[in-house]
Every structure is written in structure tokens, then in C-alpha cells.
């Protein structure tokens, strides 16, 4: 097992089936893993806990992953959202990287892809906040 203790991930997506397989592998991966299977109690954790990131399902049975998106945006901007999709179409994958998510992944998901998505994301994560701290350090001086 990798160790990524302090990485919180939240899966959000309807599909149990879909859902806790992807959970159980990112787990084995050292990954902090909370799931929900839609954007109510998606939105109750990220109010009570910081993801580094939110992997969510574009079609959700209250609401769509955009709007989800939306949500995480004003909530804390540090956090990365990754969007997955039975549905791909190139209108749709345009329109979540135009709200901001990091990447959009079809489904069945390529476990590895999910992976790859994964690191890059946190790699920029880190990287952002590395920026913040060093401009909070010269505004300080």
C-alpha cells in the first residue's frame, strides 16, 4: 500500500456498483475514502470535510455533477473535481472542463486512468497551494 493517509477523496456517484469497487482500489492506494450516491449528501461532507478531491458521476438522481461542481467551486476552491460519464459526448466534456473540473473520465472507468487523474490532480493541488503559501510569505514581509 502507497501512503496517501492524509488525502481525502470523496466518490459521488449513484451507482453502488460502480461506486465501492472504485473505492476499495483507491483505498489500496492509502487514499481516504468517503462515497455517497448523490449531490445532497455529497454537499453535507464537503461542508463538514476538506477533499483534496471529488470524483463525481455527470448524471446524479437529484441533480447533474456541474451542478455539484458549482458547489465545491464556492465551497473551497482547492478542491479538484473529476468528473465521470456513461454518456460522453464531446458538448459535455467541454462544458465540465469549462466549469472548472480537472478531468472528465467515461465510463466503465479505466482504473488506471482514474489513477493517472488522480496524481496529476494532486501534483497541481500541491503546486497551488505551494504558490499561496509563498505569496502569503511576501505579503507578510
Same mark, same amino acid.
Given at each position: 500500500?502507497?501512503?496517501? &493517509? &492524509?488525502? &481525502? ?5 449513484? @451507482? *453502488?456498483?460502480?461506486?465501492? !469497487? ?6 489500496? +492506494? /492509502? ?5 455517497? *450516491? ?9 461542508? +463538514?470535510?476538506? %477533499?483534496?478531491?471529488? $470524483?463525481?458521476?455527470?448524471?446524479? !438522481?437529484?441533480?447533474? /455533477?456541474?451542478? $455539484?461542481? *458549482? ?6 476552491? @482547492? ?6 460519464? /456513461? %454518456?460522453?459526448?464531446?458538448?459535455? =466534456? ?5 466549469? /472548472?473540473? %480537472? =478531468?472528465?473520465?467515461?465510463? !466503465?472507468? &479505466? ?10 490532480? $494532486? ?11 509563498? $505569496?502569503?510569505?511576501? =505579503?507578510?514581509?
Amino acid at each position: 500500500m502507497r501512503r496517501n &493517509n &492524509n488525502i &481525502n477523496i470523496l466518490i459521488v456517484d449513484d @451507482e *453502488e456498483d460502480m461506486r465501492e !469497487p472504485l473505492g476499495d482500489i483507491l483505498r489500496e +492506494e /492509502g487514499y481516504q475514502i468517503v462515497t455517497v *450516491e448523490n449531490k445532497t449528501l455529497a454537499q453535507k461532507k464537503i461542508k +463538514e470535510n476538506f %477533499f483534496n478531491i471529488v $470524483l463525481a458521476d455527470l448524471m446524479l !438522481p437529484d441533480d447533474t /455533477g456541474l451542478d $455539484l461542481l *458549482e458547489h465545491i467551486k464556492k465551497t473551497n476552491d @482547492e478542491t479538484i473535481a473529476i468528473l465521470m460519464t /456513461g %454518456f460522453a459526448s464531446l458538448e459535455t =466534456s467541454i462544458k465540465a472542463m469549462n466549469a /472548472g473540473a %480537472f =478531468s472528465y473520465i467515461q465510463k !466503465p472507468v &479505466n482504473v488506471e486512468e482514474v489513477k493517472m487523474a488522480i496524481r496529476k490532480a $494532486l501534483k497541481v493541488q500541491k503546486l497551488s497551494l505551494d504558490n499561496k503559501m509563498l $505569496l502569503d510569505r511576501k =505579503s507578510v514581509v
